[in-house]
């Protein structure tokens, strides 16, 4: 069911197609008038019923608005600082994001994470390895399971069994 609104619109525009008839000015896609057509016939689309999404008012009257929601939106709620010193760090956020559904910590959820950090959570991950910078000489990598940071390459020695045919020597020395 229409409003009465509309119903007054749409008979006003049907008086004003009466009167002045349903010609408009026909513009390019670069904003100037078209050479061949450069009045169009638009009285048919008088009785068209609008969409919905047509006459909707957003939820954000520009783009700015919308990006200032989306960026207070990422801010992480004080709930998420674990460790309690008043700031919410990365490790507290990684934490609070595992266990948490939005960008806040509910009650149960806070229970789940305390516990869970008891039982040795953060114990599963390796942490730091972002500290090396940009400008690094040696890459972190991961090599068979083991991290390789350029100073640890002793560690990587027993990681790799030895060649299967490195007992043997050769009867003659290679060039």
Do not use: C
């Not at 998420?80 to 934490?95: A, C, E, K, L, S």
């Amino acid at each position: 069911m229409a409003s009465p609104v509309k119903v007054e619109r749409s008979a006003a525009a049907a008086e004003a197609v009466e009167k002045y008839g349903g010609y408009v000015p026909n513009y390019r896609a670069r904003g100037e008038q078209h050479y061949r057509l450069p009045y169009k016939d638009k009285s048919r689309l008088i009785h068209v019923r609008p969409h919905p999404e047509w006459t909707k008012v957003p939820q954000h009257r520009t783009q700015t608005e919308l990006f200032a929601k989306r960026r207070a939106a990422r801010v992480p709620d004080i709930s998420m600082d674990i460790d309690g010193d008043g700031v919410v760090g990365p490790t507290d956020y990684f934490v609070a994001k595992t266990f948490g559904k939005d960008n806040r910590l509910t009650t149960p959820e806070r229970g789940r994470v305390v516990e869970a950090l008891e039982d040795g959570f953060l114990n599963q991950y390796a942490w730091g390895y972002d500290q090396v910078g940009a400008q690094r000489k040696n890459v972190v990598k991961q090599l068979r399971g083991k991290i390789f940071n350029g100073d640890n390459a002793h560690e990587l020695n027993h990681v790799y069994p030895p060649h299967f045919n490195s007992h043997k020597v050769p009867r003659f020395w290679t060039a």
